[in-house]
């Protein structure tokens, strides 16, 4: 089981949950079992609240009607916009950054 | 109650209670659906306090505004400004902290309700509560002043100038904010009702 990294992309609690929302809504209990199993990060429970959140907060997110005890939440269009932003600028660092490394 | 019930309730209380209202259920639910281990208690602890920090409570700001004006009077101000804490002229409380029974400071108590009540449209009591809560963080410099002197870590000269020219009783400088609190719970009230109303 893997921790939260410090550093890097992955260490970003809101981009791991937009991501794992990208394909469809979950409740926290699922985003947290996605994001350990897809990519090896564990997001505590305090963590992962705080920053859905801040993610319903500024509307990327949205809040389901509730299933039992659980709320599923799904991205919304401004989510799905952000969250494709965001890993495009990504990409080109990486891109750019994997270029540049071969040609040394 | 379980152990383990009690335990994720008293996590919760770290939160506010607008934020456990919307999300105490589900984070519940997780807490008691995976083993608790030190390192998830201690995040959830670090979630309550961002969130606690992210929006604070009306009685917190008004609280740590009111009791940034006690402290500056008990720290920087010359000992020719008006005394911190005064004889109350009554058997108890023996004390006064002078800020939280000036005219001013029921303004800040009726404010403090009114707010309350604007921003969770809850019951009057809550609101009074709210008042009461933000009077023991301003009058805290004065209790944790007298706790010192009481415990000898504070030479009880340095209140001397601050209650005007006596020594003041630890307990009493201990007490005096406690009990100048159940007032303001009744202007905090009056605060969320002129909301109400008006």
Known sequence: MGRKPSSGPASDPE?????????????????????????????????????????????????????????????????????EERLSAMKRVAALGLRRLRTV | MSARRFLVALLLRAYPQEWRREYGDELADILTSRPLSVRIA???????????????????????????????QFVLAPASWPAVVRSSGITFPTLRVSFLASEIYIYVALICGYWTERRFKCSLPRAGVAAMRM???AGSPVMLAGLLIALGVLDPSFAEWRAGGFVPSPIAMMLAPIAAAPQFYFWGIFGAWAKRRF
């Not at chain 1, 981009?15 to 469809?24: C, E, P």
């Not at chain 1, 907060?57 to 709320?71: I, T």
């Not at chain 2, 602890?45 to 609280?63: K, V, W």
């Open chain 1, 15 to 83: 981009l791991l949950i937009l991501a794992s929302l990208a394909d469809g809504p979950k409740h926290g209990y699922a985003i947290m079992a996605d994001v350990e199993q897809s990519i090896g990060v564990t997001l505590g429970p305090g963590t992962l609240y705080t920053a859905i959140t801040r993610l319903v907060d500024r509307k990327l997110v949205a809040p389901e009607a509730v299933s039992g005890r659980q709320r599923p939440y799904r991205l919304t269009r401004a989510g799905a916009e952000a969250l």
């Open chain 2, 42 to 72: 201690a995040d959830v602890l670090a979630g309550g306090l961002r969130q606690r920090g992210r929006s604070p409570h009306p009685a917190t700001i008004l609280g740590v505004l009111s009791l940034l004006v006690v402290l500056s």
């Open chain 2, 135 to 137: 009077t023991l963080i």
